[in-house]
């Protein structure tokens, strides 16, 4: 069984950087390969991005994914610098980055429990898409139950790092009150974080798999490896 699984990942990573020519050699392979190879490559990618995010300062660090405040809240530099100095605050954008690098360790088990759940028949469609198409077919199909699994993980660790008091001492400061569209309630800024969590991880597996399908024999290399072991 082990080799069966191992080979067919295999298959699955060479396959992922060979398309369109891939359809037709997937095809041949025995079903049961077919399906944990590409399982496998999108577990792998899937790990590797959660792996990265939930390194310290991971989040904060990467302005592409970076958790920012709600609405025009995150504008209010001004006011901030303000809220810091006297001591309301204390670098409340780092904290929020924090929380979503704490889910992100704990979310492993979610994305695995979904990416268990892709058929052959999706397996045919990821491996024939586009770069990031097993990153975007997961979003597609599981994106928001994903983030329902999620959301209790972002507002564990908000909870931790005291963010909700942090965010309540903002909400008190009649300038930061008129701000229109803002909610600072402590839903509100779960689902803000949340979301903003979930659009991070899919761009980080999106790059893992680019990278699986742009090195599949270097991928493939370390499956082989595994065989004789």
């Known amino acids: 069984m082990r080799h069966g699984k191992t080979s067919g990942r295999i298959f699955a990573t060479i396959a992922l950087a060979t398309a369109p020519l891939a359809l037709v050699t997937f095809a041949a392979t025995p079903a049961a390969a077919q399906s944990s190879g590409v399982k496998g490559i999108l577990g792998d990618a899937s790990d590797n991005a959660l792996d990265k995010l939930s390194e310290p300062g991971a989040f904060y660090a990467d302005k592409a994914v970076r958790i920012l405040l709600p609405g025009p809240l995150q504008k209010a530099t001004s006011i901030l610098r303000f809220t810091s100095k006297a001591g309301l605050t204390k670098d409340i954008t780092k904290t929020l980055n924090d ?27 990821i ?32 909870v931790e790092l005291g963010a909700y008091e ?31 969590a979930m659009d991070g991880i899919f761009t980080y597996i999106g790059k893992e798999e680019a990278n699986f399908r742009s090195n599949p024999l270097d991928k493939g290399k370390k499956l082989f490896k595994g065989i004789f072991e």
Do not use: C, H, N, W
């Open 99 to 125: 929380a979503a690098g704490k889910a992100a360790l704990e979310a492993k088990p979610v994305f695995r429990s979904a990416i268990d759940g892709l058929t052959l028949q999706d397996g045919v469609g």
């Open 127 to 158: 491996v024939t898409g586009g770069e990031a198409a097993g990153s975007d077919y997961l979003r597609r199909t599981s994106g928001e139950e994903l983030a329902v699994k999620v959301r209790p993980l972002v507002e564990k660790a908000l």
């Open 166 to 196: 942090q965010v309540e001492r903002l909400g008190s400061i009649s300038s930061l009150a008129k701000l229109g569209g803002t909610d600072l309630s402590r839903d509100g800024l779960t689902d803000s974080v949340t979301d903003q």
